[in-house]
């Protein structure tokens, strides 16, 4: 599920752009370093793939509702983990930038749970060791289903940890962890039956496409240390810059930034002292509420009227 | 049709608006990629309890929409597709945080009411602000205005790969969904079996599209690099704008607005 704007607090959404931000740039120059120009098209190709396979629903035995495939599994193994989260982060962006989905500030976050775990977690440290060198159908479809699930459990977790760190939501991390990791757990287990049936496929009518991208054991394990070495430490940096000067600045910043560090453990998701309108006062209420008409008001006639402007204009210019 | 397929056909025409000659579509890319992106640090920078303060913050959308010509229509629509994740996990709010906050007439309003009103304007805020961004710009533009930035090249290529054949391959899956659902008859849910096959050669033909494209770009001198020509630069009007919705943004964050014109009005009709 996607990380929305909304619910997102700059501290956090911009820690999540960072450490996301460090994992693109690595991967894009391992990718650029692969010196394969076919990989441009082939990306490409796959990240348009994803998209389209979401058109495509099927019905789940037995419960009459559908699902589809989200591809961070299967694109690790087609593309290599480094390969597979560049075809990630584009669809992501294109998604945050097209279709409202998700969010630019949600970004980071998105890239992070939906891209960084499933390419660098699931896919080397469970995917790898379950499907080992040349599994069996079964062994392949076992490795599938656990690592997808896996990897959409920790994504899962990586937006409940996201949503109460910002402190946009009330709900408390508890409640938040009951209500998702259950509903991502059917959709891990829809995912890797989805990722288990194309491997097969693909097994049976174009074994090479599998051998020859899902190749090259050595590179893919030695790669990922450095990579998760300079995760943590943009992570440390970025939290580190950002709780200093969060502490300079009032209001939801410092609160978010308080929770992250600890201070209120066991606080209930709700900040000491609401400032918007401090006092239950009917007066100030009112005025608020009628200040806040006029604004919208006002900026729907700025709207209208540079809507009409333009359409003078452009009568007048052909 | 899916709720992917009418997104993608409204994608279509906010593409295509970019590419029409409006104020905004002289901005330098840059421009407006680092102005939106500050518009959405400020809308989320605000406490969880304002809904006054933000509502002037919707002039930078309205006006972008009005100065671009965007269809508030379409807007509206990629909205309301976009939504449902925001509301979802907003409507605990209101359940969980019932201390009383506002008072009005006699009805009094819960905190977690007010937080949840929040949520969906800051949803709608940042959601048109990069609609517009992409609607204003276009995607090739934007494209290019992130390398400049110093985003790597590998991923621009990428973003700009997977946006041009995004509407083929969703044309090839959907036209596929129809063709089975056509010769289907009553078996109109899509066994696991025929959803592997069908999916199956939609990655095949993706594979095969990849191979022909790079035989392609190959016989065109294609050596890894995408070169395009981008006419923009950066003019003092591009300064002026990004300055001017800084300083608004800024002004809005510090001074409560419509709390400010409220004080006005009840002292005036006092």
């Not at chain 1, 619910?7 to 370093?33: D, K, N």
């Not at chain 1, 891990?188 to 097969?200: D, P």
């Not at chain 2, 597709?81 to 201390?99: E, M, Q, T, Y």
């Amino acid at each position: 599920m996607h990380m929305a704007d909304a619910l997102l607090s700059p501290t956090t959404g911009i820690a999540m752009w960072v450490a996301s931000g460090a994992v693109l740039a690595v991967a894009s120059r391992h990718v650029g370093a692969r010196e394969d120009d076919r990989l441009v098209p082939l990306m490409g190709m796959l990240g348009a793939f994803v998209f389209a396979a979401q058109m495509i629903n099927f019905t789940i035995p037995a419960t009459g509702s559908s699902g589809h495939l989200c591809g961070g599994l299967l694109l690790a193994i087609l593309l290599g983990p480094h390969a597979a989260f560049v075809v990630i982060a584009s669809v992501l962006t294109v998604q945050a930038l097209c279709f409202a989905d998700g969010g630019l500030l949600a970004l980071g976050a998105n890239m992070f749970n939906l891209g960084v775990l499933p390419c660098f977690v699931a896919y080397p440290l469970i995917y790898r060791p379950l499907a080992g060198a040349a599994p069996s159908n079964l062994r392949l479809a076992l490795a599938a289903i656990v690592a997808a699930m896996l990897g959409l459990q920790l994504g899962a977790l990586g937006v409940v940890l996201q949503t109460t760190l910002s402190g946009i939501s009330s709900l408390p991390t508890k409640t938040f962890l009951i209500l998702m990791l259950p509903i991502h757990l059917a959709i891990g287990v829809v995912e890797g039956l989805a990722t288990t049936a194309l491997l097969l496929f693909l097994r049976r009518t174009r074994p090479d496409l599998l051998g020859g991208t899902a190749g090259s054991p050595t590179g893919a394990a030695a790669s990922i240390r450095p990579l998760l070495a300079s995760l943590a430490l943009a992570a440390l940096f970025t939290g580190g810059v950002l709780s200093w000067f969060a502490s300079t600045q009032p209001d939801g910043l410092e609160w978010s930034v308080a929770h992250a560090a600890g201070i209120e453990p066991h606080a209930p998701i709700t900040p000491p002292a609401p400032v918007a309108w401090p006092d239950v006062n009917a007066g100030t209420s009112l005025t608020g509420v009628v200040g806040g008409i006029v604004t919208l008001a006002l900026v729907m006639a700025v709207g209208s009227a540079l809507r009409r402007r333009r359409a003078t204009t452009a009568r007048s210019t052909p | 049709m899916t709720r992917l397929a009418s997104a993608l056909d409204d994608l279509r025409t906010l593409d295509s608006l970019a590419s029409r000659d409006t104020i905004l579509a002289h901005r330098d890319p840059r421009a407006k990629l680092a102005t939106t992106l500050a518009f959405i640090v400020t809308v989320a920078s605000f406490d969880r309890y304002r809904v006054g303060a933000l509502l002037p913050l919707a002039l930078y959308p309205i006006a972008l929409a009005a100065l671009g010509d965007i269809p508030s229509r379409l807007l509206l629509r990629a909205l309301w597709l976009a939504s449902p994740f925001a509301v979802l996990v907003g409507i605990f709010n209101p359940l969980l945080d019932r201390a009383t906050m506002l008072s009005l007439a006699g009805v009094e309003l819960s905190a977690g009411w007010v937080s949840f009103t929040a949520i969906l304007l800051r949803f709608a805020l940042t959601a048109s602000a990069a609609l517009v961004l992409v609607a204003s710009t276009g995607m090739q533009p934007l494209c290019a205005a992130l390398t400049r930035l110093g985003v790597p090249r590998v991923f621009t290529v990428q973003l700009l790969f997977l946006y041009r054949y995004l509407f083929v391959l969703a044309g090839e899956a959907s036209r596929m969904a129809t063709a089975r659902s056509l010769r289907a008859g009553d078996h109109s849910r899509m066994s696991p079996t025929v959803y592997a096959s069908l999916l199956g050669h939609l990655l095949l033909r993706a594979f095969e599209r990849a191979r022909r494209v790079h035989g392609a770009m190959l016989a065109r001198g294609f050596d890894g690099e995408l070169r395009h020509a981008d006419s923009w630069r950066w003019r003092r009007s591009d300064s002026l704008f990004t300055a001017g919705w800084g300083a608004f943004f800024a002004w809005v964050r510090i001074v409560d607005l419509p709390a400010a014109i409220g004080a006005l009005l009840a002292g005036a009709a006092r």
